[in-house]
């Protein structure tokens, strides 16, 4: 059962128990009716408490239903509420931990609402394209007002119990428990308590839906909202909506509010804004998981960890652990270096803290987690090690010799190398099933990818153990096989080689920066590259050149280059830059030099629109990733998805490179390659589709 019915004296208790979250499926749902039918037919029950077992209330809708039959079969969630609603005895919700979405929906249909303090409350919908679809809408902005129910439902951001209960006039909670502990005994005594008024006074049961909902302001209030989100929102169609439906509960009758919403809500089900962005959210959930280790895989304990060099990265990365409360000791080959990083560090943090996001105790505590040597000696207790010294493959082998020389047996060993071949560095140790890659991305601290890139002998356990870790340093982890570049930097590698061409034929760096950005993406493949140095696609272009002399590139970047334009770390990249600002400015040298050397070789200059710059750029990705997917460098199609829209910057509402690929029509996409193939000065050979792609879209599927 996902959801047990029991009698305490003249109390029926109804708790939902469908772990991890109590969503509300359909067995959860046929388990409240019948809770309820249970109740109703017992003479000596007098009242409900409907609350949930282990660590929700309830998450809300159970998303592996979105789409499938069984989530609009009866009793469909507005069914059960309306049940919840006619009951003849009074029903009390007992929130606490999570009560979100559908959960928080269910309580808004009950007589009277109990919360334990520290329960998040939400109404998320948005997230996934959508917008609350049974009666969040209509009914959140009776008990906490219009104004703040359309913030949460804009936003879907979870707020603290106790700061609704605290807000004056609201009705959403009748009373806020003393603690999460004492919740099941007050809840039984609230039952009680309403039920002996409601049976001496007579009065009807206080519904949501009969309280009255109105803004002041109307009219001019929602067209604020309406600005205020559509500057926002962008590309996404829910935001908007959500604001319709709020309105909709100021100027309509309940009823007809309903219906309204209902309408809207299955209309954006089936936008491909709100699949993609579903798609990412069982991707991220499934990217955790790896064919050959099993969840229950045993782990070893990392209570400690040790960080070799304390520059860009290194920094970054002893951040999410101090974050997290482990403590961090950073070795480096000489005390400034270890100052330096320090240093920045703290500043980094005392900018946080300057924000307003960040206490300084908790500065103080973090940064007290943190200790530096100069001597690997000091690493012997470390339980994981992380290497982020310089990109060379002599010193990655001088410092794993001496991590394997000092470290205790069982220690994991990883390097954050973007580049080098992860086996070749375990095998600078005796012990090479300990040793992992991490790759973190840039600001460390800050961007939430991490490739977990797993060596040919790297033991099960080193895997599960990284990939727990990660979540508790509040990392998505996508596990990759070696290869150069991994999943992520091999596919960019495509795309900017794309970027070059395009140039070539006609555009401008500004041209294909905009069409891209309008597609979705944070930022194009220029204003990408002068963020991240073009020095370095310069190095790894170099060392094309030698291991693969037939592979087509433009010089452009090179001549760029050239002249020292290495991005924003220079004031000049393919834009200028001003100190202290990060707006791209377009350079006319820069534009002189891309037709110049357009018309040394002998190229006449053509219009390119914008579909064809995003899809070069874009499919370059897909041929990449598919081939990527038959190599078995990566697990599953959604794990490629969650390396670009978690390190890349690709739209989350296109749901990843492959998915969007999947929702354009993989025959569409490979039709897309051969025309490309046919353009002198593109890469024929690199546009024949991957294996797996033709195969796929000759069958008609999907990856
Ligand atoms: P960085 O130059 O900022 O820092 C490297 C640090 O390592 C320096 O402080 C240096 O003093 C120290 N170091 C060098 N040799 C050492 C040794 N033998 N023992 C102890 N310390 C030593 O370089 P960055 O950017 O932090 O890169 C580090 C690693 O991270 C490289 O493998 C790089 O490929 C990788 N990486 C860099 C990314 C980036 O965007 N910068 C992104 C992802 C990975």
Redesign the pocket.
């Known amino acids: 059962m996902t959801a047990h019915t029991q009698i305490h004296g003249d109390v029926a208790v109804i708790t939902l128990d469908n772990p991890p979250v109590n969503g509300l499926g359909l067995s959860t749902r046929q388990a409240i009716v019948a809770g309820l039918e249970q109740a109703e037919a017992d003479p000596a029950v007098k009242a409900i408490v409907i609350t949930g077992a282990g660590k929700a209330f309830s998450g809300g809708a159970d998303i592996k239903e979105f789409g499938s039959p069984k989530a609009i079969q009866e009793p469909n969630l507005l069914s059960v509420i309306r049940a919840v609603e006619n009951t003849s005895k009074p029903v009390v919700a007992a929130l606490h931990s999570v009560a979100m979405g559908g959960g928080l929906e269910l309580a808004l249909g009950a007589h009277y609402r109990i919360v334990a303090p520290g329960c998040s409350i939400a109404l998320p919908e948005v997230k996934l394209g959508l917008i609350p679809g049974a009666g969040g809408t209509q009914r959140l902005p009776r008990v906490v007002g219009v104004e703040a129910a359309l913030n949460m439902i804009v936003s879907g951001e979870p707020v603290k119990a106790e700061l609704l209960a605290g807000v004056p006039g609201q009705k959403l909670f009748d009373k806020l428990a003393a603690s999460p502990e004492s919740l099941a005994e007050e809840a039984l005594a609230l039952a009680r308590e309403v039920a002996a008024k409601h049976a001496a006074d007579g009065t009807p049961f206080p519904l949501v839906r009969n309280l009255p909902c109105k803004h002041k302001d109307g009219d001019a209030y929602f067209q604020f909202a309406r600005n205020m989100v559509k500057g926002m929102a962008k590309n996404f169609p829910a935001p908007a909506k959500c604001v319709d439906a709020v309105e909709a509960a100021t100027k309509k009758k309940f009823e007809d509010g309903m219906a309204f919403e209902r309408e809207t809500f299955i209309n954006l089900m089936w936008t491909s804004e709100c699949r993609s962005l579903r798609h990412l959210f069982v991707a991220e959930r499934a990217a955790s998981k790896i064919p050959d280790v099993p969840e229950d895989c045993p782990k070893r304990d990392i209570k400690s960890v040790g960080i070799?060099?304390?520059?860009?990265?290194?920094g970054g990365i002893a951040m999410n652990f101090l974050n997290a409360g482990i403590p961090v000791k950073m070795?480096?080959?000489k005390q400034e270096?270890l100052d330096r990083?320090v240093g920045v560090m703290r500043s980094n943090y005392e900018a946080q803290v300057k924000k307003g996001k960040l206490k300084q105790d908790k500065l103080d505590q973090r940064m007290a987690l943190l200790s530096t040597t100069l001597s690997y000696d000091d690493l012997k207790d470390a339980d994981l090690v992380i290497e982020?010294?310089?990109?060379e493959i002599g010193?990655k082998e001088?410092?794993f010799k001496e991590l394997d020389r000092v470290c205790k047996p069982g220690a994991i060993l990883a390097s954050?190398?973007?580049?080098l071949d992860v086996d070749a560095i375990a095998n600078f140790t005796q012990r090479p099933q300990d040793v992992v890659g991490m790759?973190?991305?840039?600001p460390a601290n800050v961007m939430k990818l991490l490739e977990v890139v797993r060596g040919a002998k790297t033991a099960h356990d080193v895997l599960a153990t990284v990939m727990a870790i990660s979540k508790k340093i509040k990392k998505t982890a996508v596990v990759s096989g070696v290869c150069d570049g991994f999943i992520g930097n091999r596919m960019i590698e495509q795309y900017g080689r794309q970027g070059g061409f395009l140039l070539d034929e006609g555009c401008t760096p500004q041209q294909v920066d905009k069409a891209i950005e309008k597609f979705g993406f944070a930022m194009g493949p220029f204003r990408m590259g002068d963020l991240?140095g073009n020095d370095i696609g310069w190095a790894i272009r170099k060392r094309r050149y030698v291991e693969k002399p037939n592979m087509k590139y433009s010089k452009t970047a090179d001549l760029l280059c050239e002249k020292g334009r290495f991005g924003q770390k220079t004031g000049a990249g393919w834009y200028d830059y001003v100190p202290g600002k990060r707006d791209a400015i377009p350079n006319a040298e820069v534009e002189q030099m891309i037709a110049d050397h357009r018309a040394s070789l002998g190229i006449t200059p053509r219009r390119i629109s914008d579909e064809e710059i995003v899809q070069r750029l874009v499919f370059s990705l897909v041929n990449e990733a598919a081939h990527i997917l038959e190599e078995g460098i990566a697990n599953k199609a959604s794990d490629i998805d969650i390396v670009y829209i978690f390190g890349y910057g690709f739209p989350a509402y296109r749901g990843g490179p492959l998915n969007y690929a999947n929702e354009i029509g993989l025959f569409n996409v490979v039709q897309a390659m051969k025309r490309f193939a046919k353009n002198p000065l593109d890469d024929a050979n690199f546009w024949q589709p991957a294996p797996l792609l033709a195969r796929l879209a000759a069958e008609g599927k999907t990856f």
Do not use: K
Request: glycine fraction near 14%; charge should be negative; aromatic fraction near 10%.
């Open positions: 070799i060099g304390a520059g860009t990265m290194g070795l480096e080959m270096a990083g982020a010294v310089f990109e010193v001088a410092v954050n190398t973007s580049t790759h973190f991305f840039s991240a």
